[in-house]
């Protein structure tokens, strides 16, 4: 199902991004995917991309964005007559935007899902560091004891 936000561009200013953004993540409903995080640095993604072969897909990073595309070649049309069809396979492309410094490490299929494993690298001049505090030393008075 498509949604027409046509109306909303005539009728709002300055929410042009937002707009965007709902049309373009409804029409993104396919492939369906996961996102996990397995601790504070690493991610996967995982998209079901069933009867999708290695060649048929591609995955590029620009710009900090994620993308994976997904072609489809002519399918071989089935001997006999075919009463439903559920499982199509048409082209896609999902894009995902990543955070400052997330770099993807690997990509891998299996069992027609395509795993995307993601690492935050902080370089190390912009990690939290603690500084630490020096008071000066108590001089004495000579002859005196500091108390």
């Known amino acids: 199902m498509r ?5 909303f ?12 953004l709902l049309e373009t993540a409804s029409e993104q409903g396919y492939p369906p995917y996961n996102i996990e995080r397995s601790d ?7 998209l079901a991309v069933a009867g999708f072969a290695e060649k048929d897909l591609s ?3 620009k710009d900090r964005v994620l993308t ?7 399918a071989e049309k089935p001997a006999g007559e075919l009463l439903h069809q559920g499982v199509v396979g048409r082209a896609f ?12 490490k690997a990509a891998r299929l299996e069992n ?21 505090i ?12 500091a108390a």
């Not at 492309?93 to 993807?104: C, I, N, T």
């Not at 899902?113 to 500084?131: A, F, G, Q, T």
């Not at 020096?134 to 004891?145: F, W």
């Open 3 to 7: 949604i027409n936000y046509s109306p």
């Open 9 to 20: 561009f005539r009728s709002t200013l300055g929410f042009d991004r937002l707009i965007g």
């Open 40 to 46: 504070e640095n690493n991610y996967r993604v995982t």
């Open 59 to 61: 995955v590029d990073v």
């Open 68 to 74: 994976v595309n997904g072609k489809c070649e002519e």
């Open 93 to 104: 492309e999902r894009s995902f935007q990543l955070a400052e410094h997330v770099e993807v």
């Open 112 to 132: 027609g899902l395509l795993h995307l494993d993601l690492e935050r690298i902080v370089p190390e001049e912009k990690r939290p560091r603690r500084i630490t």
């Open 134 to 145: 020096n008071a000066p030393a108590l001089t004495t008075i000579e002859g005196l004891k």
